[in-house]
């Protein structure tokens, strides 16, 4: 700097290099977050996906089996035998159903942004009791 420079000058020169600080770590942050944004978009796509495929096979598959259940005991317990498989194909679902409800409950979505701002604030905090004259 200058020798010229007066205390307003430094301070302003100072705020202003505050400030693009301050900015480049706000613009790091935002750019972390979209990225994980889009991470998890294409996760979810693919998710979709292979879930509905799976869901359309195994739901075909059951039907066949079902139906092949019902065409051996048609004879002796047809009624039985579609009873049992409704009841298995019914709790199988269910127990599906909560698993897919505890997944969906987990919460990934800018986990790395989240656990970032909280280290940027762990540090400024640092930072401030280091500063704070005692």
């Known amino acids: 700097m200058p020798a010229s420079q007066g205390p307003a000058q430094r301070l302003f020169d100072a705020g202003?290099?505050?400030l693009g600080s301050l900015l480049a770590a706000g613009e790091t942050r935002l750019r972390l977050a979209v990225l994980e944004l889009e991470e998890e978009?294409?996760?979810l796509v693919t998710l979709l996906l292979v879930i509905g495929l799976s869901l359309v096979m195994v739901l075909l598959g059951l039907a066949?089996?079902?139906l092949l259940v019902a065409v051996i005991f048609?004879?002796?317990h047809r009624l039985?035998?579609?009873g049992i498989s409704a009841g298995v194909l019914i709790g199988g679902?269910?127990?599906l159903a909560l698993l897919a409800r505890r997944l969906a409950r987990r919460h990934t979505l800018l986990k790395e942004t989240l656990a970032q701002?909280?280290?940027d604030r762990e540090l400024a905090e640092r930072h401030r009791d280091d500063a704070t004259p005692r």
């Open 117 to 119: 701002l909280a280290t």
């Open 80 to 82: 039985a035998a579609l």
């Open 74 to 76: 048609w004879d002796s």
């Open 41 to 43: 978009r294409a996760r």
């Open 16 to 18: 202003k290099r505050l």
């Open 93 to 95: 679902g269910a127990l």
């Open 64 to 66: 066949i089996l079902a």
